[in-house]
């Protein structure tokens, strides 16, 4: 079973920095696209950064110049550092993953979430 594990919330001044991280357990032939959503209060779900199997990289424009994604050379974990957080930041984070399993299927990996609250 393929699961992916959260941290790093938490509350955070307007301004600061919070990092989150997501790691992939279980068993997987390979990881393909990973990425961080956010679902704010009353507001649908939406894609913050999304990084590809080749390194591609996409953000949604709120965030460019404030969080960047990563991840190491293995491909997992993949981290989200959140610089100059604003109020507007504040949401429940959520990592996706899209890996190709052991029985060769994709599958659509989610999560459980970890809240980020950004206020003074």
């Known amino acids: 079973q393929v699961q992916l594990v959260e941290s790093g919330g938490g509350l955070v001044q307007p301004g600061g920095s919070l990092r989150l991280s997501c790691a992939l357990s279980g068993s997987w032939r390979t990881i393909n696209d990973m990425g961080w959503y956010r679902q704010a209060p009353g507001k649908e779900r939406e894609l913050v950064a999304r990084?590809?199997?080749?390194?591609?990289?996409t953000y949604v424009d709120l965030v460019k110049g404030r969080f960047t994604i990563f991840r190491t050379s293995a491909k997992n974990p993949v981290y989200l550092q959140m610089n100059n957080l604003k109020p507007e930041d504040t949401a429940v984070y959520y990592c996706n993953a899209e890996v190709m399993t052991l029985q060769w299927r994709y599958l659509e990996v989610w999560g459980q979430g970890t809240l980020v609250t950004v206020s003074s």
């Open positions: 990084i590809t199997s080749g390194g591609t990289i």
